[in-house]
């Protein structure tokens, strides 16, 4: 397979869009997410996103091939949730190996087949790695400030039985996504650093933060450019942005990222901001009007969709990607 830093360098890949938009267009009920593996589960499972893989991934993999149809040269593996600390929350997190595993096998099916179909055009599963409902920076208790929910030894352990099942299962990538609190992100680096020297085999990271409101900060209070310099000891693929912010809001902030970093660049931002009801309204095409000055000032290589965003979304981006050239990854400023 053709290196994804080579194609990096010659034009803008496209990600994938939201996996939850997608999942809740089949109308799923309890019974769909037990199946007849989990129907005596003594905890309600409705909402489990990623148990998904397991008992019904005829449904992912028709998600993953309605990305890759509309252009996606990466997907994302259904694992967002994919950690004992995530799972804990359905008591299920004795199958958290398997459930990533499983996982990157249904997206590995779904990228080789479209791989198959275009040689020139190969496709690649990132296991996604997201930020888990834990922070490991601020205390849940306004009562105590020196709480913390969790510790950064807990996290590392259950970073690395995620990145072991990802990898297993085939991920060519993998994606620290949804950041948030950038202790979080460390554990994760730190995690995939101990599976890489355990395996003796190394994948590309990427890592994706999300800026949580106007001030421009991550949740546990960085700018985007001390977000960078605090991961950019892991020898990043890419680092970027995704999530809370729509298109137009995440500008000023990747523009600081470009600005500074010596690793590719990528951007998922939701399909603008949510309404009263918890939807997002943003069509293709506003959308696409937004992530094309994205492209046109050249601050990013990696482009695609978080919350809200379809395949409709995906395909309007891909065509406009395709009109320009990918950001050149330089020597930073910091060097």
Excluded: W
Excluded at 45 to 64: C, F, K, Y
Excluded at 85 to 112: F, G, M, P, T, W
Excluded at 120 to 128: D, E, L, Q, S, T
């Amino acid at each position: 397979m053709i290196d994804i830093k080579e194609l990096l360098e010659k034009r803008i890949l496209i990600l994938d869009g939201a996996m939850g938009t997608m999942i809740q267009r089949y109308h799923l009920e309890e019974k769909d997410f037990r199946g007849d593996r989990f129907k005596d589960h003594p905890h309600d499972l409705q909402g489990n996103n990623d148990l998904l893989s397991i008992v019904r991934p005829d449904i992912i993999e028709a998600i993953h091939k309605a990305y890759l149809e509309a252009g996606s040269d990466i997907v994302e593996t259904n694992t967002f949730s994919g950690t004992t600390i995530a799972q804990a929350d359905y008591k299920l997190e004795h199958i958290v190996y398997e459930l990533n595993y499983e996982s990157a096998k249904v997206a590995r099916k779904a990228c080789d087949e479209y791989t198959a179909m275009d040689s020139n055009k190969p496709r690649f599963v990132a296991g996604a790695m997201g930020p888990t409902n834990r922070t490991a920076s601020i205390s849940p208790d306004v009562n105590n400030p020196g709480f913390r929910a969790i510790t950064f030894d807990e996290l590392v352990v259950a970073y690395a039985q995620q990145a072991k099942g990802l990898i297993d299962g085939g991920a060519d990538i993998l994606l620290v996504e949804t950041v948030f609190d950038t202790l979080n992100c460390k554990a994760a680096l730190f995690a995939i650093r101990q599976v890489y020297d355990e395996i003796g085999k190394e994948l590309p990271i990427m890592v994706s933060g999300t800026i949580t409101d106007a001030s421009g900060r991550t949740l546990s209070g960085q700018t985007a450019e001390a977000f960078y310099i605090s991961v950019s000891h892991a020898d990043l693929l890419s680092v970027g942005l995704n999530c809370a912010l729509g298109a137009k809001d995440m500008r000023p902030y990747l523009e600081a990222l470009s600005n500074i970093a010596t690793c590719f660049i990528s951007a998922y931002p939701n399909a603008g901001l949510p309404n009263e009801f918890g939807q997002y309204d943003e069509s293709p095409e506003q959308m696409g009007a937004q992530v094309e000055e994205f492209c046109s000032s050249g601050f990013i290589n990696i482009l695609g969709g978080c919350c809200g965003t379809t395949p409709d979304h995906i395909k309007v981006m891909a065509d406009i990607a395709g009109k320009y050239e990918p950001r050149k990854k330089y020597t930073s400023v910091l060097s």
